[in-house]
């Protein structure tokens, strides 16, 4: 914050609890100068932090889980609350409709959703207007692109990616000989199919047009991978993670790299020319992404 970064974004599922302690520490007088995001959405048992089976957004849970989010982060609002993901039980109406109580108790200040489906987005929306939609985005999964981000743009939703530096991959550090263990406990990437040795060799193509781009206007391949994704539209925000300050520092000074016109389509054209391999997620995370609402009744 003490460099200009205003948006912070954590969930109660991440620890769980744990993050949102950290955030709520960290904040202490700090909390005016900032945009504060939290999220709700899976099963998890608001007095154990123990996770449960399945999704649970029903709005006498959404409406607990957000009393523990704001006890833990010592705040009286959330600015952007998130449905995590989209529960196949749950009508997204029924959703909106305790999300619009807590915005009209005042705490909550607007409303956003994960990896929704599209007619959901709609739904919610007519309900309670939608500030964000938080997907992953990046170089390396365009998805986005063909529904989502146009989606966004004709209803004025603004668009948070995550995973912008394809959980390391477009930092430079990983290369076709990496291998990330058989404990997706540990790390996470031992259980993404992108990131298996065979998908992981021919996708390092991308890796070296990243590493060509970032030479050539004297970048570090993360910060030329952060400024493509804010070049992209005027409306997103990528959320980097990092455990080393110094790389925080690095992708916090992305955010003044530019791109003429030229560059930026030549830049597209090699990104968009690379094939990526494997799916971005393991299966039963991936099941959770596009999922639509059932209907109300």
Same mark, same amino acid.
């Given at each position: 914050m003490d460099q200009g970064v205003t948006l912070i974004d954590t969930a109660e599922v991440y620890g769980p609890f744990i993050s949102e302690e950290i955030v709520g520490d960290a904040l202490q007088g700090l909390r005016e100068t900032v945009v504060l995001e939290s999220k709700f959405g899976f099963n998890v048992d608001l007095e154990t932090g123990k996770i449960g089976e399945g999704l649970n957004s029903r709005p006498e849970h959404i409406k607990r889980a957000v009393e523990g989010s704001l006890r833990r982060l010592r705040t009286d609002r959330i600015d952007v609350l998130y449905?995590?993901?989209?529960?196949?039980?749950?009508?997204?109406?029924?959703?909106?409709?305790?999300?619009?109580?807590?915005?009209?108790?005042?705490?909550?200040?607007?409303?956003?959703?994960?990896?929704? &489906?599209?007619?959901?987005?709609?739904?919610?929306?007519?309900?309670?207007?939608?500030?964000?939609?938080?997907?992953?985005?990046?170089?390396?999964?365009?998805?986005?692109?063909?529904?989502?981000?146009?989606?966004?743009?004709?209803?004025?939703? &603004?668009?948070?990616?995550?995973?912008?530096?394809?959980?390391?991959?477009?930092?430079?550090?990983?290369?076709?000989e990496s291998r990330f263990g058989d404990d997706p406990e540990r790390d996470f990437r031992a259980w993404v199919p992108r990131m298996a040795e065979d998908a992981l060799a021919a996708n390092m193509a991308l890796v070296e047009v990243v590493r060509t781009w970032a030479q050539r206007k004297q970048v570090k391949p993360a910060q030329l991978a952060l400024a493509w994704l804010l070049a992209q539209k005027p409306f997103i925000v990528p959320i980097p993670g990092t455990t080393k300050a110094a790389h925080l520092d690095e992708n916090i000074a992305a955010a003044a790299i530019t791109f003429t016109q030229d560059e930026l389509h030549r830049l597209n054209a090699d990104v968009a020319a690379v094939k990526i391999e494997g799916a971005r997620l393991p299966p039963p995370v991936l099941a959770m992404s596009g999922v639509e609402a059932p209907p109300k009744t």
């Open positions: 449905q995590h993901r989209v529960d196949p039980r749950v009508p997204i109406e029924d959703v909106a409709g305790a999300v619009k109580d807590l915005v009209a108790e005042g705490k909550v200040l607007h409303f956003g959703l994960s990896e929704p &489906g599209l007619e959901t987005i709609r739904r919610a929306h007519a309900v309670l207007p939608l500030a964000a939609i938080q997907n992953e985005y990046s170089m390396v999964w365009r998805g986005p692109e063909t529904d989502v981000l146009p989606l966004c743009e004709e209803l004025g939703i &603004g668009f948070v990616s995550w995973a912008p530096l394809g959980y390391g991959f477009l930092t430079g550090t990983i290369t076709a």
